[in-house]
């Protein structure tokens, strides 16, 4: 008969192992200081002299997420599983959203699921609970959780779990259909009543390719759209409620790997598109990536391209093309629109060229220098200011610049660090710097400064 002490030599996680039944505990938690220098090109100086807002900031970040799962074995063969576990977060001094010296602690995950595998090799998969969910490769449905503002921890943003979902995957071979509903867990100052269903195919070739669609439709939701006043001129209009009824379809593929001369290159590429017929609403974005390993040279270099573009309210028509990126990944190896832009602009109206170097010296370390060209797709069409996907507009209020009339945004440089210290310990640095283009230069008067910054955190998980 198995203990809680024998399973522990095996596994410090495992509490408890006997008669199928295994009990395991978990743990993550982070510290990360971020030193930011004329925040938003220092647009608080111009716009709101009188706020005090001051554009040089330094905080200290903190949270921790810990957890228990368990998995039942039953006679029948299926699995019985769920998980509990909570997130506490904190940040120290004022942060770039001018909130500080604040945290929250809520629950992050609390489902309970049952899997089971036929004997012909079809395998089933059902779960109800706040638990993570990312579909296809997180352009739309990836971040369940907002962070940041009242909660604390903006930058490291832990929370990833819906509020509340109910999962269903059916698996075949390299084949899986999921459907889902979903709640994402929003903060009660901009909740916005979003709930989503919908359903996910997609294929996963063994040498590493995949395909897939997905499908969202939003079942309810008061979060408003924004639309650009007729010609461009004036102030946009508000449609309050207008996501609504929104339906989208997201398309992603990735190549497997090459032969002969083509051997160190990839390929994959995304696109979407969403329509409500409610209020006119017909909206595209995508994206290309191709990457190259120098698989000959010292450290390995990779080389990585992409273009991504999110369309904009065109305001010479009476349809709304804004794009909606619902919960997006907002990584800058994900689907930021650079780096410190991602904190200004969202993935709405926008477009970017993106260079990626990374090199690996070691197999613990890494370092990637990313450039990204930022570009407005519309003239005098809103761009949303926000933070990713934790900014107010996933919920019932927005903050909208009216537009430019220079489609160039932003050149965005980062350079980041990473170490594997131990199998559970992670560090990571980096530094970067936002340079205004010339339709942020023209929405100024006066001269407009580079907005630089860096941080360094470290993470442990067990």
């Not at 959203?97 to 089933?124: H, K, S, V, W």
């Amino acid at each position: 008969m198995g203990t809680a002490t024998n399973a522990q030599e095996r596994d410090p996680t495992i509490l408890y192992e006997d008669n199928g039944l295994t009990v395991r505990t978990h743990l993550q938690a982070g510290v990360n200081a971020v030193s930011e220098q004329n925040l938003f090109w220092d647009f608080a100086d111009s716009f709101a002299p009188g706020s005090g807002f001051n554009a040089d900031k330094n905080w200290l970040e903190f949270y921790i997420k810990p957890g228990v799962s368990f998995e039942k074995r039953l006679d029948a063969g299926q699995v019985f599983y769920g998980k509990l576990s909570a997130v506490a977060s904190y940040t120290l001094g004022t942060d770039a959203y001018d909130y500080g010296d604040t945290g929250r602690t809520t629950i992050e995950e609390a489902y309970l699921g049952l899997r089971m595998q036929q004997a012909e090799g079809m395998g089933f998969d059902i779960s109800l609970g706040p638990r993570e969910l990312k579909l296809g490769t997180g352009m739309l449905i990836a971040n369940g959780g907002s962070s940041g503002f009242e909660r604390g921890a903006l930058k490291f943003g832990p929370r990833k779990a819906w509020e509340m979902a109910a999962i269903g995957k059916i698996t075949q071979g390299a084949f899986a259909a999921t459907t889902f509903y979903i709640d994402p867990n929003e903060r009660p100052a901009s909740d916005g009543h979003n709930r989503l269903a919908g359903m996910d195919m997609r294929f996963d070739d063994p040498r590493g390719g995949y395909l897939g669609l997905t499908y969202v439709n939003v079942l309810n939701s008061d979060s408003a759209y924004i639309q650009a006043a007729p010609g461009g001129l004036g102030a946009p209009v508000i449609l309050p409620g207008a996501r609504d009824g929104t339906n989208a379809l997201n398309l992603y593929a990735r190549t497997n790997p090459f032969y002969g001369a083509f051997e160190n290159w990839v390929a994959s590429a995304d696109f979407a598109y969403e329509w409500n017929d409610r209020i006119d609403l017909a909206a595209w974005a995508g994206r290309v990536q191709l990457g190259y390993t120098f698989a000959d040279l010292p450290w390995s270099p990779t080389l990585t391209y992409s273009y991504q573009t999110f369309s904009g309210d065109d305001p010479n028509t009476a349809r709304l093309e804004r794009f909606d990126p619902l919960y997006y990944e907002g990584s800058p190896s994900a689907w930021a629109t650079g780096s410190k832009s991602s904190m200004v602009f969202i993935n709405s109206n926008v477009q970017a060229h993106g260079l990626a170097l990374k090199l690996q010296p070691t197999r613990q370390d890494s370092v990637t220098l990313r450039y990204a060209h930022i570009r407005a797709n519309e003239l005098n069409s809103p761009i949303q200011f926000g933070q990713a996907t934790r900014l107010d507009t996933t919920g019932a209020t927005a903050n909208v610049l009216s537009g430019v009339t220079n489609a160039h945004l932003s050149d965005d440089v980062f350079l980041e660090y990473s170490r594997i210290i131990n199998r559970n310990t992670f560090l990571t640095a980096g530094v970067s710097v936002s340079i205004p283009g010339k339709g942020i230069k023209n929405a100024v008067a006066g001269k407009v400064p580079n907005w630089t910054g860096g941080f360094l955190n470290v993470v442990v998980n067990f």
